[in-house]
């Protein structure tokens, strides 16, 4: 089956500044690779999504790449706000429509 | 903006109880879902339900675990007996179809604590 890594675990990061978040998957049959946003006391909230056919997706502040031949991809946040602090977790498509494997989470936290 | 919410936001059980979670999906959504996530660990499938039935299941979703879509709003995980190894976040989803349809939507969860 699918297996996802997710790097680092967590992230401390200066207001303004940029953080990225990797991800490595091992089947190469995936090819849709969403990206959660959890709050605390929240569930996830679906922020960019890519599929395989796709190398690069940006949607402002946020991007996401994906090399299928190392079977990795990244979320970027640039300009980072406190209000980005949260737990992001990348994920792989695998089998059947909605089956996700997800990574282990990032806890991002943005000091002022 | 339309949202999947779940009832209840917290579930005491005793081990050995039954215990239904309760999951109203975005209304035009057709696919539904169960993820758990045990505390320290990934969130994992549970199951997907498409049409009235199962479309696929995790080795997780055994005999003591089912799914119903009594109405046209509810969608329902039930767990006959359950174990201390239940004690999870129970997340929903549901997702549309077509273009666009693999992305889940996800409720804030049910926090399950077995006793």
């Known amino acids: 089956g699918e297996n996802v890594e997710q790097h680092p675990s967590t992230l401390s990061v200066q207001e303004g500044d940029s953080a990225v978040i990797k991800c490595t998957y091992s089947?190469?049959?995936?090819?849709?690779f969403p990206w959660y946003k959890q709050e605390l006391g929240k569930g996830p909230q679906l922020i960019i999504d890519?599929?395989?056919?796709?190398g690069e997706k940006k949607d402002q502040r946020i991007a996401v790449t994906l090399n299928k031949t190392a079977k990795h991809f990244s979320l970027h946040i640039t300009e980072t706000q406190p209000e980005d602090s949260a737990v992001y977790f990348c994920?792989?498509?695998?089998?059947?429509?909605?089956?996700?494997?997800f990574g282990a989470g990032t806890q991002v936290v943005v000091t002022p | 903006e339309p949202e999947v919410t779940q009832t209840p936001s917290h579930q005491v059980t005793q081990m050995g109880q039954e215990v239904i979670l309760r999951c109203v999906p975005i209304?035009?959504?057709?696919?539904f879902y169960w993820y758990r996530q045990i505390l320290g660990q990934k969130v994992e499938f549970l199951v997907s339900?498409?049409?009235?039935?199962?479309?696929?299941k995790s080795e997780i979703f055994d005999d003591q675990f089912s799914v119903e879509r009594p109405d046209g709003s509810n969608f329902t995980l039930k767990i006959r007996s359950t174990k201390l190894e239940d004690s999870a976040m129970y997340f929903c989803?549901?997702?549309?179809?077509?273009?666009?349809?693999?992305?889940?939507?996800f409720g804030s969860g049910t926090q399950l604590s077995v006793l």
């Open positions: 989803a549901s997702s549309g179809r077509g273009q666009g349809g693999e992305k889940l939507f």
């Open positions: 089947d190469s049959a995936s090819n849709y």
């Open positions: 890519i599929r395989s056919n796709v």
């Open positions: 994920a792989a498509s695998y089998g059947s429509w909605g089956k996700l494997q």
């Open positions: 209304s035009n959504h057709l696919y």
């Open positions: 339900f498409y049409n009235n039935e199962i479309s696929e």
